[in-house]
């Protein structure tokens, strides 16, 4: 298995800062210092945080939309809403928000690339709708993606998997 590592900001997080790993289908929203991890294919994650860093969030969803009224963080829709939902409570103004968009890769079959591209289509249209800003994007492509995000400064961490 061969792997390759960049950085979206220039400090890989360090294994003393509190780490959290988030499932799929889940949302993790803290006014706290902390470093998220998940594992994404093509699954899409939505990463926000506020310019002062006083509040950060992540999302991961499996599929870009929800036919319920009241839809699971399983879908986009769904998921994105709950996340922004969480900064307007905490008294975040949606002005103050930026965001990093990572996943989507076409993992397999046409029908998995289709879903790949339209989760990540869900998630820059809600960006677009909201004015969110997008800082960083690394979407699409074939091979998935292990992802740290740290909270207290909105920096992001990849590596790509897979055999190539």
Known sequence: MSVQAYLTQPRRPSGSEKQIYLHPGHFYFTTEH????TVLGS?????????????????HFLLPESTARHGSPRFGDSA?????EQFLKAGV????????VFGGA????????DLASRNVEAALLFLLDNNIPI?????????????????CDGSAWIRLLGDR
């Open 80 to 84: 994105n809403e709950a996340l922004l």
């Open 106 to 113: 076409s993992m397999g079959g046409a029908n998995v690339g």
């Open 135 to 151: 800082v960083s994007q690394d979407t699409g492509g074939a091979r998935g993606r292990k992802l740290l995000f740290r909270t």
């Open 43 to 59: 699954c899409v994650s939505l990463c926000l945080y506020d310019e002062a860093h006083t509040a950060a969030g992540m999302n």
């Open 34 to 37: 902390v470093v998220v991890s």
């Open 93 to 100: 103004p949606i002005w103050s928000l930026r965001a990093k």
